[in-house]
């Protein structure tokens, strides 16, 4: 059928006839220009869809009508231009795809019809471990290491990308997936099939938000989510509500991106924007920067809210071109964006829309911060880090405790390194990492590291050896211009050498520690610190043997590695003393705004970006000498330990089947607030006494081969092993932090995995009782698909984080939520009980279910 609205269809210039829009000002509504700029982005997506089948005239008028519809829980569509997906996710979606092949060529269709629709790019960023630091060769060691281990998995990727239309690879090496984006990847405007629309995306990682702070709408979804879009189909979502952020005033000159993210983190945390959309206006906003409103976005995850815009202006076109973009293009997306009312003017409040609510911040009261010691909503202000520390010492365990007697609070344990003796004791940093897309993707705050490194050495200040220093910039274009404004030989001698190109320690790839510093760690049982310029840093996923770990600037990471612990006060305490004896403070090293300013307009250029990027898909000689074989339908090997044809496709029939009701299932774990995907399908390390590692094992394999978990998420057979393996994961039933449960009908004590699988022998259906936030973090499907492995067909929360519930679903896990005021506490239950869950065979969104529990009176969930 025609699009309804294609009377609305002009070109942008009388002078190319042949490129069109769809011009939403001919619309002639007046509501259009009071929606807020995303709602319009996806206005526009339904307008130009719009097919009377997938997308339908009502779906436009509900967004039309958002002011009314945004409280109504409406289920609108959305076509997003395209997908991104990095390595660990990005592989199980290839897994899947060759899977979806060979079922659709057993019920006898062509299996070449599962193909990629939407274009899909894929950038290989998260194999890459922490090796080896401290030495000039240890970026190529690292490289070398991580080709080593994931050979097969890179061969894998590359077949996909041979196999299946509309997927671009971007090698290994070449940068975090959400700077490569910001840099590179990002089309702002789309010029496809002779029409320009609105660049748009959907991605497999949480932190996809990152490229909201150029204007291009996107969010991260859960793998399943992400194939559907590349298959072709349209995102069902609920029209959301939007916060809009005013920012106002000008921070002052010793402020960093990074301190305002913190702060914005905080502050959204507390206002409550789950499952809404965060737009920035206000004066404010034009004193930012693109890299430091990337930063703001990045964190959207954490704050909760599904995506976090700032719509494009003048300064995200002067972006675009310093960061190399054709200008002809450049052209043509001002254009286009101001005849659809896209373009916005920070300082014009006549243009600021009406929004579902109003929260503000003057940017002058942010103050120098961090974030932890486990979650990174937790900001604690620079000159409060040691009190806080101190108090969370001897606090209850939780959040913000580790439950330390008063009397191991001083606790200091001896140890020798290369020959020299030292000490730990609590906060002791052991793990020193400038990492991660946050932060990696803004030179404001990389030169300000050099900067405040270059100060250090003049200072005659260093870094303690055993220390675990990285840096690892989000591209080649970091290491261009910290290179060529000088400060690199200072981040080096402070022993901050570039160890690779990827996420690493802010994903838990951050190697091993030295072993005399492990065990001092477990002698003195301490509670060691690692600091680090990421965006997640909950328990377990840093490293094992840091159990505080802090969120913080670049220059503030190269600040607590030279004080060697984070219990100093930076205000009135020297953060070193120098070889002449003289104190020296961290406001002596400090540069600020103006100077980092100074720097950056000099040497991050147009040039660098343009030379970088123009050889990023063919510069990586071990990716351009993989072989990969040709076949359209992949030839599993069944000795293979990373890549397997996974059983969710196995008995695949044309009808859906009816939902069916959970009868007696027993309770696999009992769990508390915030449980991450970190706690549920860990990414890092595989411990040595772990079930999956007992698999590997059997398989003919070492510990030096066991990789990551992130790196086996082709295996059904490791990942399911891996479910719940967490050494933090926190099991009310044992009452300690452990990867273990009780065998309910036994009362024996196993790993999660183990006991799953007795369950299933018995042929008992398992549930998964929680708290508040679960699957919160990272956008991880296995955390989904594991559970399903396990034999979960159920969990019963009392809030859930968005993606991971939308995962669930996709996998046949029910999520179940208490209704208000109801939490498993207040009905009495322990976990213990045999719960059946009466589902009808016609469901709708949120309805209320029936549980029962044997003799005890039943309740009603939300089926969500």
Request: glycine residues 8%; aromatic residues 8%.
């Amino acid at each position: 059928m025609s699009n309804p609205f294609a009377h609305i269809v002009e070109p942008l210039d009388p002078q190319r006839p042949d490129h069109k829009f769809f011009n939403l000002s001919k619309l002639g509504d007046p509501r259009y220009d009071r929606l807020p700029f995303s709602i319009r982005v996806l206005l526009e997506s339904a307008v130009r869809n719009c097919d009377e089948f997938l997308v339908k005239k009502g779906d436009v008028e509900s967004i039309l009508n958002w002011k009314k519809t945004q409280t109504e829980t409406v289920e609108v569509p959305f076509r997003p231009a395209r997908v991104i997906l990095q390595d660990f996710t990005g592989v199980p979606a290839v897994v899947d795809f060759a899977a979806m092949r060979d079922a659709v060529k057993q019920l006898g269709g062509d299996p070449e019809k599962i193909n990629p629709i939407c274009p899909a790019d894929l950038v290989i960023d998260h194999s890459i471990q922490v090796d080896f630091n401290r030495k000039t060769d240890s970026l190529q060691k690292n490289q070398d290491l991580e080709f080593e281990r994931n050979r097969e998995r890179f061969e894998f990727l590359k077949w996909g990308s041979k196999a299946f239309r509309n997927m671009r690879i971007i090698p290994p090496g070449s940068g975090i997936v959400h700077q490569v984006n910001l840099e590179y990847l990002a089309r702002v405007v789309f010029d496809q099939d002779g029409f320009y629309y609105p660049d748009s995306l959907v991605g497999t990682d949480s932190h996809t938000t990152m490229i909201d702070g150029l204007g291009v709408l996107g969010w991260g979804v859960g793998g399943i989510e992400a194939e559907a879009v590349m298959l072709g189909q349209p995102i069902s979502m609920v029209l959301p509500e939007v916060i809009g952020y005013k920012l106002q005033g000008t921070p002052n000159k010793f402020i960093t991106s990074t301190d305002i993210v913190l702060t914005v983190t905080k502050h959204l945390r507390q206002v409550g924007v789950v499952g809404k959309f965060v737009e920035f206006f206000g004066p404010g906003v034009a004193q930012l920067s693109i890299a430091d409103r990337a930063t703001i976005a990045n964190m959207c995850p954490e704050y909760g809210a599904t995506a976090a815009f700032f719509p494009v202006d003048d300064v995200s076109v002067q972006y675009l071109e310093q960061t190399g973009r054709d200008p002809e293009k450049l052209c043509y997306i001002s254009q286009y964006l101001r005849a659809v009312g896209m373009y916005r003017n920070f300082s014009d409040p006549s243009q600021d829309p009406e929004f579902t609510q109003v929260v503000e911040l003057n940017l002058c009261t942010v103050v120098p911060c961090c974030s932890g010691p486990k979650r990174p909503q937790d900001r604690v202000p620079i000159a409060d880090m040691k009190k806080d520390f101190e108090t969370c010492l001897g606090t209850k365990q939780g959040f913000k405790g580790f439950q330390v007697l008063p009397e191991r609070h001083a606790i200091s344990v001896p140890f020798q390194y290369n020959g020299e003796d030292y000490s730990l004791s609590h906060g002791s940093v052991v793990i020193a990492a400038i990492t991660s897309c946050t932060n990696t993707s803004n030179p404001s705050v990389m030169l300000g590291a050099g900067l405040l490194a270059k100060n250090a050495v003049k200072h005659g200040l260093s870094v303690k050896p055993y220390i675990k220093t990285s840096l690892s910039p989000g591209s080649g274009v970091v290491t261009y211009y910290l290179k060529e404004s000088g400060v690199m030989d200072y981040l080096s001698q402070l022993g901050f050498e570039v160890v690779g190109y990827g996420c690493m320690t802010c994903i838990g790839n951050s190697g091993p520690l030295p072993e005399p510093v492990v065990e001092a760690i477990t002698q003195g049982d301490l509670v060691a610190a690692g600091v680090l310029s990421g965006n997640r840093n909950f328990e377990g996923r840093v490293h094992p043997n840091t159990r505080a770990n802090y969120l913080a600037s670049p220059p503030l990471v190269i600040a607590y590695a030279i004080a060697g612990s984070v219990r100093i006060d930076f205000e009135n305490e020297p953060i070193a003393i120098n070889p002449q004896g003289k104190e020296v403070y961290l406001r002596d090293i400090w540069p600020t705004r103006e100077e980092i300013q100074n720097v950056e307009r000099q040497f991050v250029i147009p040039a660098m970006f343009k030379e970088v990027y123009a050889k990023i898909e063919n510069v990586n000689e071990r990716w351009n000498s993989l072989k990969s074989p040709s076949d359209k339908l992949y030839t599993w090997d069944p000795k293979s330990t990373y890549i397997k044809s996974p059983p969710f496709f196995e008995g695949l029939t044309r009808d859906l089947k009816p939902p069916q009701s959970i009868k007696d299932a027993y309770v696999l774990l009992n769990l508390g607030d915030s449980v991450t995907t970190d706690h549920i399908s860990p990414a890092g390390n595989i411990a040595r006494n772990s079930p999956a590692a007992r698999y590997l094992t059997s398989r003919g394999l070492t510990p030096r081969d066991f990789n990551s978990y992130g790196s086996r998420r082709g295996n059904d057979a490791v990942m399911a092993r891996g479910t719940f393996a967490n050494i933090r994961l926190l099991n009310k039933f044992l009452g300690k932090q452990a990867p273990s449960t009780i065998h309910l009908p036994t009362g024996e004590t196993m790993d999660v995995s183990d006991a799953a699988e007795k369950y299933q022998k018995d042929g008992h259906p398992l549930l998964v009782l929680a708290g508040k936030e679960y699957g919160s973090g990272s956008s991880r499907d296995w955390a989904a698909k594991g559970p399903f492995l396990l034999g979960i067909k159920a969990v019963l929360a009392e809030s859930y984080e968005r993606i991971h519930r939308s995962n669930l679903v996709g996998m046949g896990v029910i999520p179940l939520e208490y209704l208000p005021g109801d939490t498993s506490d207040s009905l009495g239950l322990t976990g213990r009980e045999r719960y059946t869950v009466v589902i009808p065979e016609k469901i709708t969104p949120r309805m209320t279910v029936e549980i029962k529990l044997g003799l005890t009176c039943p309740f009603q969930p939300l089926l969500h």
